[in-house]
């Protein structure tokens, strides 16, 4: 029986599996189909400094093995977070991680402080893909100085597991993730969604509300793939992998490139019980070829 457990950072999860933020609630909206203190982890909502509306609708479209969403980040804040949904995730049974955006380094800071008290929320995912107000809408993640000082600013107030998703709208993500484990990152997710657009050739105009949204699901897998194996020959810090995982062979795929975890997302929206059903199916292909352990396929083809 092959051991599953995995760490990042001081973290440990009980199996590599957890679910992207954005796609699982935060959680509780997946009782009923999902056993969710067998999962490695969940990662809820992007939580924001303060309440954000959105983007108008329309703000997500099917797409060709795949899917577009321009949501924008709606949230009640982190404070609603603290006093309303803490108080029903911290028992859950599993690791409950917080996705924090914002629009400045200050913002992810004092966003990410008030998460850091709350004794059963044991890690962040900070979402460096949200543009920096002060360089007219340009992501903090599409550049090294931008991500590496939202790191450096959350990273003095923020004493748990900092996991740093990273943008893969970029031209080198691999000096990207460097420059966050240079500034005390603990570990590295990616891919975020690609940017992407649908047109209505009767309406002649964009589908989406704001004209482009982020890509998901199975058509982005095969670049999240080349990243991930890019990015973790460049650091030494653990490497989170996510884009278009499907089934526990993709799974798979992400950990022989050098992933230690992998992240469920678009998927979640086709089966609410894909995670558990990846979980098992990593486990029966470990056991099917001797496996002792997951951490032995991590990274393995170089």
């Given at each position: 029986?092959?051991?599953?457990?995995?760490?990042?950072?001081?973290?440990?999860?009980?199996?590599?599996?957890?679910?992207?933020?954005?796609?699982?609630?935060?959680?509780?909206?997946?009782?009923?189909?999902?056993?969710?203190?067998?999962?490695?982890?969940?990662?809820?909502?992007?939580?924001?400094?303060?309440?954000?509306?959105?983007?108008?609708?329309?703000?997500?479209?099917?797409?060709?093995?795949?899917?577009?969403?321009?949501?924008?980040?709606?949230?009640?804040?982190?404070?609603?977070?603290?006093?309303?949904?803490?108080?029903?995730?911290?028992?859950?049974?599993?690791?409950?991680?917080?996705?924090?955006?914002?629009?400045?380094?200050?913002?992810?800071?004092?966003?990410?402080?008030?998460?850091?008290?709350?004794?059963?929320?044991?890690?962040?995912?900070?979402?460096?893909?949200?543009?920096?107000?002060?360089?007219?809408?340009?992501?903090?993640?599409?550049?090294?100085e931008g991500a590496a000082s939202v790191v450096k600013a959350v990273r003095a107030r923020y004493h748990?597991?900092?996991?740093?998703?990273?943008?893969?709208?970029?031209?080198?993500?691999?000096?990207?993730?460097?420059?966050?484990?240079?500034?005390?990152?603990?570990?590295?997710?990616?891919?975020?969604?690609?940017?992407?657009?649908?047109?209505?050739?009767?309406?002649?105009?964009?589908?989406?509300?704001?004209?482009?949204?982020?890509?998901?699901?199975?058509?982005?897998?095969?670049?999240?793939?080349?990243?991930?194996?890019?990015?973790?020959?460049?650091?030494?810090?653990?490497?989170?992998?996510?884009?278009?995982?499907?089934?526990?062979?993709?799974a798979i795929e992400f950990l022989m490139a050098g992933a230690t975890a992998i992240e469920i997302g678009?998927?979640?929206?086709?089966?609410?019980?894909?995670?558990?059903?990846?979980?098992?199916?990593?486990?029966?292909?470990?056991?099917?070829?001797?496996?002792?352990?997951?951490?032995?396929?991590?990274?393995?083809?170089?």
């Amino acid at each position: 029986m092959a051991e599953l457990q995995v760490n990042i950072g001081r973290l440990s999860l009980k199996n590599p599996v957890m679910t992207a933020s954005g796609t699982f609630g935060y959680g509780l909206e997946f009782q009923d189909f999902v056993p969710l203190d067998e999962l490695g982890g969940i990662i809820v909502k992007g939580t924001t400094l303060k309440p954000r509306e959105g983007n108008d609708y329309p703000r997500m479209a099917e797409t060709s093995s795949g899917m577009l969403n321009c949501v924008g980040l709606q949230n009640k804040g982190v404070d609603y977070f603290c006093e309303h949904i803490y108080p029903q995730v911290k028992d859950l049974g599993t690791n409950v991680i917080v996705n924090v955006s914002g629009s400045s380094p200050e913002d992810y800071a004092e966003c990410a402080a008030r998460i850091d008290v709350l004794e059963g929320i044991p890690a962040i995912e900070l979402n460096i893909s949200c543009p920096n107000v002060r360089q007219g809408g340009m992501a903090f993640g599409t550049t090294c100085e931008g991500a590496a000082s939202v790191v450096k600013a959350v990273r003095a107030r923020y004493h748990k597991t900092l996991i740093v998703k990273l943008s893969p709208n970029v031209t080198n993500i691999a000096d990207i993730a460097l420059a966050c484990e240079a500034e005390g990152a603990d570990s590295v997710s990616l891919i975020n969604t690609l940017m992407g657009m649908a047109i209505d050739i009767e309406r002649r105009r964009p589908v989406l509300s704001i004209g482009t949204g982020g890509l998901s699901g199975p058509a982005v897998k095969p670049v999240a793939l080349r990243m991930v194996w890019q990015v973790a020959r460049a650091v030494k810090i653990p490497v989170v992998g996510l884009g278009g995982i499907m089934t526990a062979q993709d799974a798979i795929e992400f950990l022989m490139a050098g992933a230690t975890a992998i992240e469920i997302g678009t998927a979640n929206f086709l089966d609410p019980a894909v995670t558990i059903k990846v979980r098992d199916g990593i486990k029966e292909w470990l056991d099917k070829h001797g496996c002792h352990s997951v951490s032995e396929i991590v990274g393995c083809i170089g």
